[in-house]
């Protein structure tokens, strides 16, 4: 199975558990790949054919930017289930990180993995 991905799509949303995460939006990254069969668009070289991945990370980002989960949990299953929408797409890998969450890692999230059906 083919691969459509996007990486580090940086976005700032309302994202955590704590008083102060539920004030001010913060970095939040997202990672997708999206699993489908591009041989229709590689014969065809229509983008129709194709999974867009300019308007899944305009999905994507405005969810994130809007849905003010409490946890990483929640908003990476939101954010697959998002790409898992796209008819062309059968599965998809989201990851989501909070850098600086934890002051001694660079970075902590989740990774999900979700197919169709």
Request: aromatic share 4%.
């Amino acid at each position: 199975m083919d691969k459509v991905f996007i990486t580090n799509l940086r976005v700032r949303g309302i994202l955590g558990i704590h008083d102060w995460e539920r004030i001010t939006p913060r970095e939040i990254i997202i990672n997708a790949t999206m699993f489908a069969n591009t041989q229709p668009a590689a014969h065809s070289d229509n983008i129709s054919d194709c999974v867009n991945y300019s308007d899944m990370a305009k999905k994507l980002r405005a969810h994130a930017e809007s849905a003010a989960r409490m946890t990483v949990e929640a908003l990476a299953n939101d954010l697959a289930q998002i790409c898992l929408q796209e008819p062309k797409v059968v599965k998809v890998i989201l990851r989501v990180d909070k850098p600086g969450a934890v002051p001694e890692a660079e970075s902590v999230g989740v990774e999900v993995e979700r197919m169709q059906g």
